[in-house]
Protein backbone atom coordinates (compact mmCIF):
# COMPACT_ATOMS: atom_id res chain seq x y z
CA UNK A 1 0.00 0.00 0.00
CA UNK A 2 1.08 3.31 -0.52
CA UNK A 3 2.42 4.61 2.53
CA UNK A 4 1.14 8.23 1.79
CA UNK A 5 -1.91 6.89 2.07
CA UNK A 6 -2.16 5.98 5.52
CA UNK A 7 -3.17 7.54 8.19
CA UNK A 8 -0.52 10.00 9.71
CA UNK A 9 1.72 8.35 12.98
CA UNK A 10 2.09 10.17 16.24
CA UNK A 11 4.61 8.98 18.95
CA UNK A 12 3.49 10.55 22.04
CA UNK A 13 6.18 9.76 24.99
CA UNK A 14 5.35 10.61 28.72
CA UNK A 15 7.19 11.87 31.67
CA UNK A 16 7.13 8.77 33.53
CA UNK A 17 5.12 9.69 35.92
CA UNK A 18 1.28 9.04 37.13
CA UNK A 19 -0.11 12.40 36.21
CA UNK A 20 1.47 12.93 32.76
CA UNK A 21 1.33 9.03 31.95
CA UNK A 22 -2.71 9.09 32.31
CA UNK A 23 -2.78 12.38 30.94
CA UNK A 24 -1.46 11.58 27.53
CA UNK A 25 -2.71 8.23 27.16
CA UNK A 26 -6.44 10.13 26.78
CA UNK A 27 -4.98 12.21 24.20
CA UNK A 28 -3.47 8.77 22.51
CA UNK A 29 -7.26 7.46 22.81
CA UNK A 30 -8.55 11.04 21.08
CA UNK A 31 -6.04 10.46 18.14
CA UNK A 32 -6.85 7.17 17.64
CA UNK A 33 -10.48 8.21 17.17
CA UNK A 34 -9.55 10.66 14.63
CA UNK A 35 -7.73 7.15 12.51
CA UNK A 36 -4.42 8.24 13.85
CA UNK A 37 -1.95 5.25 14.32
CA UNK A 38 -0.40 6.29 17.78
CA UNK A 39 2.56 4.58 19.50
CA UNK A 40 2.61 5.49 23.27
CA UNK A 41 6.38 4.82 23.97
CA UNK A 42 6.69 4.08 28.11
CA UNK A 43 9.78 3.41 30.07
CA UNK A 44 9.80 -0.37 31.05
CA UNK A 45 9.19 0.29 34.54
CA UNK A 46 6.10 2.73 33.60
CA UNK A 47 4.59 0.31 31.66
CA UNK A 48 5.42 -3.31 33.28
CA UNK A 49 3.16 -1.20 36.58
CA UNK A 50 0.28 -0.10 33.98
CA UNK A 51 -0.05 -3.62 33.14
CA UNK A 52 0.43 -4.59 36.53
CA UNK A 53 -3.14 -2.83 37.16
CA UNK A 54 -5.57 -2.14 34.99
CA UNK A 55 -6.48 -3.45 32.00
CA UNK A 56 -5.12 -0.59 29.49
CA UNK A 57 -4.24 -3.28 27.05
CA UNK A 58 -7.58 -4.72 26.39
CA UNK A 59 -9.47 -1.83 26.44
CA UNK A 60 -6.92 0.04 23.78
CA UNK A 61 -7.64 -2.72 21.76
CA UNK A 62 -10.83 -1.34 20.50
CA UNK A 63 -8.40 1.44 18.57
CA UNK A 64 -6.59 -0.68 15.76
CA UNK A 65 -4.27 2.08 14.93
CA UNK A 66 -3.05 1.95 19.02
CA UNK A 67 0.18 0.00 20.07
CA UNK A 68 2.48 0.80 22.74
CA UNK A 69 6.49 0.16 22.85
CA UNK A 70 8.68 0.67 25.66
CA UNK A 71 12.31 2.33 26.64
CA UNK A 72 14.48 1.57 29.39
CA UNK A 73 14.92 4.66 31.82
CA UNK A 74 18.23 3.84 32.28
CA UNK A 75 17.95 3.19 36.07
CA UNK A 76 18.36 0.09 38.09
CA UNK A 77 14.99 -2.05 38.66
CA UNK A 78 15.44 -1.30 42.48
CA UNK A 79 15.90 2.64 42.14
CA UNK A 80 12.71 4.14 44.19
CA UNK A 81 11.60 6.62 41.45
CA UNK A 82 10.25 9.31 43.64
CA UNK A 83 10.21 11.78 46.33
CA UNK A 84 13.56 13.21 46.18
CA UNK A 85 15.38 10.85 44.14
CA UNK A 86 13.14 11.22 41.18
CA UNK A 87 15.53 13.74 39.46
CA UNK A 88 18.19 11.36 39.26
CA UNK A 89 15.71 10.19 36.19
CA UNK A 90 17.09 12.89 34.32
CA UNK A 91 20.51 12.14 34.08
CA UNK A 92 19.69 8.89 32.70
CA UNK A 93 17.08 9.57 30.46
CA UNK A 94 19.92 11.61 28.49
CA UNK A 95 22.59 9.44 29.03
CA UNK A 96 20.59 5.89 28.23
CA UNK A 97 17.11 6.92 26.70
CA UNK A 98 18.25 9.54 24.30
CA UNK A 99 20.72 7.05 21.83
CA UNK A 100 18.34 4.18 22.58
CA UNK A 101 15.54 7.01 21.04
CA UNK A 102 17.33 8.01 18.28
CA UNK A 103 18.13 4.34 17.11
CA UNK A 104 14.17 3.56 16.96
CA UNK A 105 13.40 6.18 15.37
CA UNK A 106 16.18 5.79 12.49
CA UNK A 107 16.28 1.58 12.08
CA UNK A 108 12.39 1.67 10.79
CA UNK A 109 11.06 -0.92 13.85
CA UNK A 110 8.30 1.70 14.21
CA UNK A 111 6.63 1.20 10.75
CA UNK A 112 5.36 -1.65 9.15
CA UNK A 113 2.97 -2.35 5.88
CA UNK A 114 -0.35 -0.34 7.94
CA UNK A 115 1.55 1.74 9.61
CA UNK A 116 3.79 4.84 8.65
CA UNK A 117 7.01 5.98 9.77
CA UNK A 118 6.36 8.40 12.94
CA UNK A 119 5.43 11.55 11.30
CA UNK A 120 4.98 13.70 14.56
CA UNK A 121 6.02 13.38 17.84
CA UNK A 122 4.43 14.64 20.86
CA UNK A 123 6.44 14.70 24.15
CA UNK A 124 6.25 16.06 27.71
CA UNK A 125 8.37 20.07 27.74
CA UNK A 126 10.40 18.38 30.54
CA UNK A 127 12.04 15.73 27.90
CA UNK A 128 14.32 18.10 25.95
CA UNK A 129 16.21 15.35 24.50
CA UNK A 130 13.40 14.32 22.30
CA UNK A 131 13.70 17.86 20.50
CA UNK A 132 16.76 17.39 19.78
CA UNK A 133 16.69 14.08 18.34
CA UNK A 134 13.50 14.87 16.00
CA UNK A 135 14.94 17.88 14.91
CA UNK A 136 18.12 15.60 13.46
CA UNK A 137 15.83 13.24 11.90
CA UNK A 138 13.44 16.32 10.80
CA UNK A 139 10.57 15.13 12.26
CA UNK A 140 7.91 18.02 13.77
CA UNK A 141 7.45 17.81 17.59
CA UNK A 142 4.95 19.47 20.04
CA UNK A 143 5.02 20.10 23.60
CA UNK A 144 2.53 18.56 26.05
CA UNK A 145 2.83 20.57 29.14
CA UNK A 146 0.17 18.15 31.74
CA UNK A 147 0.87 20.99 34.61
CA UNK A 148 -1.41 23.96 34.59
CA UNK A 149 -1.41 27.16 32.59
CA UNK A 150 -0.73 29.45 35.75
CA UNK A 151 2.24 27.33 36.64
CA UNK A 152 3.75 27.15 32.87
CA UNK A 153 3.02 31.07 32.87
CA UNK A 154 4.98 31.14 35.96
CA UNK A 155 7.96 28.99 34.47
CA UNK A 156 7.89 30.49 31.37
CA UNK A 157 8.35 33.89 33.23
CA UNK A 158 11.34 32.84 35.35
CA UNK A 159 14.13 34.70 33.18
CA UNK A 160 11.96 37.58 34.34
CA UNK A 161 11.92 36.68 37.50
CA UNK A 162 15.77 36.85 37.32
CA UNK A 163 16.19 40.14 35.60
CA UNK A 164 13.84 41.67 38.29
CA UNK A 165 15.73 40.46 41.13
CA UNK A 166 12.64 38.89 42.39
CA UNK A 167 14.12 35.24 42.19
CA UNK A 168 16.38 33.69 44.16
CA UNK A 169 14.67 34.58 47.58
CA UNK A 170 16.14 31.52 48.69
CA UNK A 171 13.37 31.12 51.27
CA UNK A 172 12.69 34.34 52.79
CA UNK A 173 9.39 36.58 53.68
CA UNK A 174 7.20 34.75 51.54
CA UNK A 175 4.57 36.90 52.44
CA UNK A 176 6.73 39.65 49.76
CA UNK A 177 4.68 40.28 46.64
CA UNK A 178 6.01 38.94 43.30
CA UNK A 179 5.33 41.53 40.45
CA UNK A 180 7.04 39.96 37.40
CA UNK A 181 4.44 37.29 36.39
CA UNK A 182 1.62 38.86 33.95
CA UNK A 183 -1.64 38.89 34.94
CA UNK A 184 -0.72 37.90 38.34
CA UNK A 185 0.28 41.46 39.88
CA UNK A 186 -2.39 41.79 41.95
CA UNK A 187 -2.10 38.71 44.14
CA UNK A 188 0.72 36.28 43.65
CA UNK A 189 3.10 36.76 46.89
CA UNK A 190 6.57 34.08 46.82
CA UNK A 191 5.12 31.22 48.47
CA UNK A 192 2.62 30.87 45.27
CA UNK A 193 5.57 30.54 42.93
CA UNK A 194 5.92 27.04 41.62
CA UNK A 195 8.08 25.09 44.59
CA UNK A 196 11.39 25.13 42.81
CA UNK A 197 11.80 28.74 43.02
CA UNK A 198 12.29 28.34 46.43
CA UNK A 199 15.78 27.25 46.16
CA UNK A 200 18.93 29.13 47.54
CA UNK A 201 20.29 29.53 44.22
CA UNK A 202 19.68 29.75 40.42
CA UNK A 203 22.03 26.71 39.70
CA UNK A 204 19.62 23.89 41.15
CA UNK A 205 18.99 20.86 38.60
CA UNK A 206 15.11 21.72 38.65
CA UNK A 207 15.52 25.09 37.63
CA UNK A 208 17.84 24.59 35.32
CA UNK A 209 15.53 21.85 33.36
CA UNK A 210 12.88 24.54 33.64
CA UNK A 211 14.73 27.02 32.06
CA UNK A 212 16.02 24.60 29.13
CA UNK A 213 12.40 23.65 28.22
CA UNK A 214 11.80 27.75 28.16
CA UNK A 215 14.59 28.02 26.14
CA UNK A 216 13.33 25.43 23.83
CA UNK A 217 9.82 26.14 23.65
CA UNK A 218 10.03 28.05 20.19
CA UNK A 219 11.38 25.76 18.33
CA UNK A 220 8.91 23.11 18.83
CA UNK A 221 5.63 23.11 16.54
CA UNK A 222 2.77 23.93 19.46
CA UNK A 223 2.11 23.35 22.60
CA UNK A 224 -0.76 21.39 23.87
CA UNK A 225 -2.08 21.84 27.30
CA UNK A 226 -4.62 20.54 29.22
CA UNK A 227 -7.26 23.19 30.03
CA UNK A 228 -10.09 24.74 28.94
CA UNK A 229 -9.96 28.56 27.36
CA UNK A 230 -13.04 29.80 30.10
CA UNK A 231 -10.89 29.41 33.06
CA UNK A 232 -7.81 30.48 32.19
CA UNK A 233 -8.13 33.05 28.83
CA UNK A 234 -5.99 36.19 29.93
CA UNK A 235 -3.35 33.30 31.32
CA UNK A 236 -3.43 31.40 28.04
CA UNK A 237 -3.46 35.01 26.01
CA UNK A 238 0.22 35.52 28.11
CA UNK A 239 1.52 32.16 27.57
CA UNK A 240 0.91 32.58 23.66
CA UNK A 241 3.54 35.38 23.53
CA UNK A 242 6.03 33.17 24.21
CA UNK A 243 4.15 30.42 21.96
CA UNK A 244 1.91 31.52 19.76
CA UNK A 245 0.56 28.16 18.55
CA UNK A 246 -1.34 26.82 21.52
CA UNK A 247 -4.23 23.96 22.36
CA UNK A 248 -6.24 24.03 25.15
CA UNK A 249 -7.59 20.86 24.64
CA UNK A 250 -9.19 19.92 28.10
CA UNK A 251 -10.17 18.73 30.65
CA UNK A 252 -9.00 15.57 29.09
CA UNK A 253 -11.11 13.46 31.02
CA UNK A 254 -14.19 15.06 30.20
CA UNK A 255 -13.18 15.44 26.24
CA UNK A 256 -12.43 11.85 26.33
CA UNK A 257 -15.61 10.86 27.30
CA UNK A 258 -17.61 13.24 25.15
CA UNK A 259 -16.10 11.87 22.06
CA UNK A 260 -16.36 7.77 23.20
CA UNK A 261 -19.91 8.35 23.75
CA UNK A 262 -19.69 10.47 20.31
CA UNK A 263 -18.24 8.02 18.18
CA UNK A 264 -18.88 4.98 20.09
CA UNK A 265 -22.08 5.59 21.47
CA UNK A 266 -20.75 3.74 24.75
CA UNK A 267 -19.16 5.86 27.41
CA UNK A 268 -15.24 5.65 28.19
CA UNK A 269 -14.18 3.55 31.19
CA UNK A 270 -10.41 5.33 31.36
CA UNK A 271 -8.50 3.52 34.70
CA UNK A 272 -4.82 4.53 33.90
CA UNK A 273 -3.69 3.74 37.13
CA UNK A 274 0.05 2.73 38.61
CA UNK A 275 -1.68 1.56 41.75
CA UNK A 276 -3.51 -1.32 42.51
CA UNK A 277 -7.47 0.27 42.85
CA UNK A 278 -9.32 -0.48 45.75
CA UNK A 279 -12.78 -0.46 44.57
CA UNK A 280 -14.24 -1.31 47.81
CA UNK A 281 -14.38 2.99 49.14
CA UNK A 282 -17.38 2.70 46.13
CA UNK A 283 -19.25 0.60 48.39
CA UNK A 284 -18.67 2.32 51.39
CA UNK A 285 -19.63 5.36 49.47
CA UNK A 286 -23.03 4.48 48.15
CA UNK A 287 -23.86 3.85 51.68
CA UNK A 288 -23.10 7.58 53.02
CA UNK A 289 -25.64 10.46 52.73
CA UNK A 290 -25.75 12.77 49.75
CA UNK A 291 -22.48 14.95 50.07
CA UNK A 292 -21.55 14.18 53.18
CA UNK A 293 -17.77 12.73 52.17
CA UNK A 294 -15.11 14.71 52.29
CA UNK A 295 -12.65 13.08 50.19
CA UNK A 296 -8.57 13.34 50.86
CA UNK A 297 -5.97 12.02 48.54
CA UNK A 298 -2.22 13.90 47.67
CA UNK A 299 -1.85 12.40 44.50
CA UNK A 300 0.69 10.00 43.27
CA UNK A 301 3.76 11.92 44.43
CA UNK A 302 3.66 13.68 47.76
CA UNK A 303 5.39 12.18 50.57
CA UNK A 304 4.51 13.22 53.92
CA UNK A 305 6.12 13.49 57.79
CA UNK A 306 4.08 11.09 60.38
CA UNK A 307 3.36 14.39 62.00
CA UNK A 308 1.74 15.58 59.49
CA UNK A 309 -0.06 12.62 58.92
CA UNK A 310 -1.74 12.76 62.68
CA UNK A 311 -2.46 16.45 62.30
CA UNK A 312 -4.50 15.63 59.49
CA UNK A 313 -6.09 12.63 61.11
CA UNK A 314 -6.98 14.86 64.26
CA UNK A 315 -8.55 17.29 61.54
CA UNK A 316 -10.41 15.02 59.60
CA UNK A 317 -11.86 12.96 63.23
CA UNK A 318 -12.61 16.52 64.95
CA UNK A 319 -14.53 18.07 62.46
CA UNK A 320 -17.26 15.10 62.64
CA UNK A 321 -17.43 14.96 59.35
CA UNK A 322 -17.80 11.16 57.19
CA UNK A 323 -13.88 11.34 55.10
CA UNK A 324 -12.62 8.74 52.43
CA UNK A 325 -8.21 8.78 52.75
CA UNK A 326 -6.08 7.93 50.07
CA UNK A 327 -3.13 6.76 51.85
CA UNK A 328 -0.50 5.48 49.85
CA UNK A 329 1.67 2.58 50.80
CA UNK A 330 4.78 5.00 49.55
CA UNK A 331 3.23 8.13 51.42
CA UNK A 332 5.25 8.50 54.91
CA UNK A 333 8.67 9.84 54.84
CA UNK A 334 11.40 7.07 55.84
CA UNK A 335 9.25 5.27 57.96
CA UNK A 336 7.33 2.30 58.02
CA UNK A 337 4.08 2.91 58.64
CA UNK A 338 1.86 -0.23 60.46
CA UNK A 339 -1.28 1.25 58.94
CA UNK A 340 -2.82 0.72 62.54
CA UNK A 341 -5.35 3.53 63.41
CA UNK A 342 -4.18 5.32 66.63
CA UNK A 343 -5.93 4.39 69.88
CA UNK A 344 -7.23 8.50 70.40
CA UNK A 345 -8.98 7.98 66.82
CA UNK A 346 -10.35 4.60 66.67
CA UNK A 347 -13.95 5.21 67.51
CA UNK A 348 -13.60 8.61 65.23
CA UNK A 349 -12.29 6.76 61.87
CA UNK A 350 -14.49 3.11 62.24
CA UNK A 351 -17.81 5.83 62.79
CA UNK A 352 -16.96 7.99 59.69
CA UNK A 353 -13.83 6.91 57.83
CA UNK A 354 -12.35 4.96 55.13
CA UNK A 355 -8.88 4.45 54.28
CA UNK A 356 -7.96 3.20 50.96
CA UNK A 357 -4.54 3.02 49.58
CA UNK A 358 -5.20 4.33 45.69
CA UNK A 359 -9.18 5.08 44.90
CA UNK A 360 -10.78 5.40 41.03
CA UNK A 361 -10.69 8.94 41.59
CA UNK A 362 -12.57 10.28 38.89
CA UNK A 363 -15.15 7.75 40.11
CA UNK A 364 -15.00 8.73 43.49
CA UNK A 365 -15.19 12.41 42.72
CA UNK A 366 -18.38 11.73 40.52
CA UNK A 367 -20.00 9.99 43.41
CA UNK A 368 -23.19 11.66 45.20
CA UNK A 369 -21.82 11.25 48.16
CA UNK A 370 -18.73 13.08 48.20
CA UNK A 371 -19.09 16.94 48.93
CA UNK A 372 -15.78 18.36 49.28
CA UNK A 373 -12.24 17.18 48.18
CA UNK A 374 -8.84 17.85 50.32
CA UNK A 375 -6.53 17.94 48.00
CA UNK A 376 -2.53 18.67 47.01
CA UNK A 377 -4.26 20.38 44.31
CA UNK A 378 -2.28 18.39 41.55
CA UNK A 379 -3.70 19.93 38.12
CA UNK A 380 -4.96 16.25 36.90
CA UNK A 381 -6.96 16.47 40.37
CA UNK A 382 -8.17 19.86 39.93
CA UNK A 383 -9.69 19.35 37.19
CA UNK A 384 -10.88 16.00 37.93
CA UNK A 385 -12.70 18.29 40.67
CA UNK A 386 -13.79 20.97 38.97
CA UNK A 387 -15.56 18.69 36.64
CA UNK A 388 -17.34 17.08 39.12
CA UNK A 389 -18.26 20.15 40.88
CA UNK A 390 -16.42 19.74 43.84
CA UNK A 391 -14.92 22.54 45.86
CA UNK A 392 -11.99 21.95 47.21
CA UNK A 393 -9.29 22.64 50.05
CA UNK A 394 -5.65 22.46 48.48
CA UNK A 395 -2.51 21.31 50.77
CA UNK A 396 -0.01 22.38 47.85
CA UNK A 397 3.27 19.67 48.15
CA UNK A 398 5.60 20.83 45.24
CA UNK A 399 5.95 22.13 41.86
CA UNK A 400 2.82 23.84 40.41
CA UNK A 401 0.99 23.08 43.07
CA UNK A 402 1.85 26.24 45.04
CA UNK A 403 0.46 28.06 42.54
CA UNK A 404 -2.82 26.22 41.33
CA UNK A 405 -3.95 26.74 45.35
CA UNK A 406 -3.43 30.41 44.89
CA UNK A 407 -5.57 30.49 41.63
CA UNK A 408 -7.89 27.82 42.99
CA UNK A 409 -8.65 30.55 46.52
CA UNK A 410 -8.49 33.61 44.88
CA UNK A 411 -9.38 33.80 41.25
CA UNK A 412 -11.37 30.99 40.66
CA UNK A 413 -13.49 30.89 44.15
CA UNK A 414 -13.49 27.41 44.11
CA UNK A 415 -12.22 26.49 47.53
CA UNK A 416 -9.19 27.97 50.16
CA UNK A 417 -5.54 27.60 50.01
CA UNK A 418 -4.20 25.66 53.18
CA UNK A 419 -0.38 25.81 51.83
CA UNK A 420 2.89 26.04 54.43
CA UNK A 421 0.68 24.76 57.41
CA UNK A 422 0.28 21.77 59.08
CA UNK A 423 -2.55 22.37 62.03
CA UNK A 424 -5.20 20.08 63.29
CA UNK A 425 -7.71 22.86 64.12
CA UNK A 426 -6.59 24.58 61.18
CA UNK A 427 -7.46 21.28 59.16
CA UNK A 428 -10.85 20.85 61.10
CA UNK A 429 -12.41 24.68 60.87
CA UNK A 430 -11.39 24.61 56.77
CA UNK A 431 -13.15 20.74 56.60
CA UNK A 432 -16.23 22.67 58.84
CA UNK A 433 -15.98 25.87 56.09
CA UNK A 434 -15.77 23.65 53.67
CA UNK A 435 -18.66 21.16 53.87
CA UNK A 436 -21.10 23.74 55.98
CA UNK A 437 -20.45 27.29 57.23
CA UNK A 438 -19.05 28.85 53.84
CA UNK A 439 -20.57 26.21 51.27
CA UNK A 440 -23.16 28.10 50.01
CA UNK A 441 -20.38 30.82 48.91
CA UNK A 442 -18.08 27.96 47.43
CA UNK A 443 -20.98 26.12 45.08
CA UNK A 444 -21.81 29.52 43.15
CA UNK A 445 -18.34 29.35 41.48
CA UNK A 446 -17.94 25.59 41.63
CA UNK A 447 -21.29 25.30 39.89
CA UNK A 448 -20.25 27.61 36.99
CA UNK A 449 -16.81 26.39 36.43
CA UNK A 450 -18.06 22.79 36.16
CA UNK A 451 -20.47 24.07 33.55
CA UNK A 452 -18.00 25.99 31.67
CA UNK A 453 -15.46 23.04 31.72
CA UNK A 454 -18.23 20.33 30.57
CA UNK A 455 -19.23 22.28 27.93
CA UNK A 456 -15.83 23.57 26.78
CA UNK A 457 -15.51 19.73 25.28
CA UNK A 458 -18.62 19.37 23.45
CA UNK A 459 -19.12 19.71 19.92
CA UNK A 460 -17.87 23.21 18.35
CA UNK A 461 -16.62 24.55 21.70
CA UNK A 462 -13.40 26.01 22.59
CA UNK A 463 -12.04 22.88 23.61
CA UNK A 464 -13.30 20.46 20.81
CA UNK A 465 -12.43 23.07 18.16
CA UNK A 466 -8.61 23.15 19.72
CA UNK A 467 -8.66 19.68 19.37
CA UNK A 468 -9.64 19.60 15.82
CA UNK A 469 -7.53 21.96 14.93
CA UNK A 470 -4.74 20.07 16.15
CA UNK A 471 -5.85 17.43 14.65
CA UNK A 472 -5.62 18.76 11.14
CA UNK A 473 -2.79 20.23 11.88
CA UNK A 474 -0.78 16.60 12.46
CA UNK A 475 -2.38 15.59 9.17
CA UNK A 476 -1.34 18.03 7.14
CA UNK A 477 2.55 17.92 8.67
CA UNK A 478 2.11 14.48 8.04
CA UNK A 479 1.72 14.85 3.70
N1 LIG B 1 -5.36 9.23 41.38
C1 LIG B 1 -6.10 8.08 41.42
N2 LIG B 1 -6.31 7.49 42.63
C2 LIG B 1 -5.83 7.98 43.78
C3 LIG B 1 -5.08 9.18 43.75
C4 LIG B 1 -4.87 9.79 42.53
O1 LIG B 1 -6.56 7.59 40.39
O2 LIG B 1 -6.05 7.37 44.82
C5 LIG B 1 -5.12 9.87 40.07
C6 LIG B 1 -5.90 11.15 39.93
O3 LIG B 1 -7.21 10.86 39.46
C7 LIG B 1 -5.05 11.96 38.98
C8 LIG B 1 -3.64 11.44 39.21
O4 LIG B 1 -3.76 10.23 39.95
O5 LIG B 1 -5.45 11.71 37.64
C9 LIG B 1 -2.80 12.39 40.03
O6 LIG B 1 -2.39 13.44 39.23
P1 LIG B 1 -2.22 14.91 39.79
O7 LIG B 1 -1.79 15.77 38.64
O8 LIG B 1 -3.44 15.34 40.48
O9 LIG B 1 -1.10 14.82 40.89
P2 LIG B 1 0.36 14.13 40.94
O10 LIG B 1 0.13 12.73 41.29
O11 LIG B 1 0.99 14.32 39.58
O12 LIG B 1 1.05 14.88 42.02
Not at 190 to 196: I, T, V
Not at 289 to 292: E, V
Not at 457 to 460: E, N
Given at each position: MDQQSLPPHVLIFPLPLQGPVNCMLKLAELLCLAGFHVTFLNTDHIQSRLLRHTDVQSRLKRYPGFRFETISDGLPEDHPRSGDRFIEIFDSLAATTKPLFREMLNSGCLSSDTARPVTCIIADGFLDFLLVVAEEIGIPLFYFDTTSPCSVLAYLSIPKLIDAGELPFNGNDLDAPIRSVPGMEAFLR??????????????NPVLKRVLTEVRLLPRTKGLILNTFEEIEGPILSHIRSHCPNLYAIGPLHAHLKFRVAEEMGSPASSSNSLWEEDTSCMTWLDAQ????VIYVSFGSMAVTTMENLMEFWHGLVNSGKRFLWVIRPDAIAGETWDRQTPAELQEGTKERGYIVGWAPQEEVLAHPAIGGFLTHGGWNSTLESIVAGVPMICWPYFADQQVNSRFLEE???LGMDMKDTCDRVIVEKMINDLMEVRRDEFMGSVDKMAKLARTS????RSSYSNLDRLIEDLRSMSL
Open positions: RRDLPSLCRAGDLDPLKSVWKVSKG
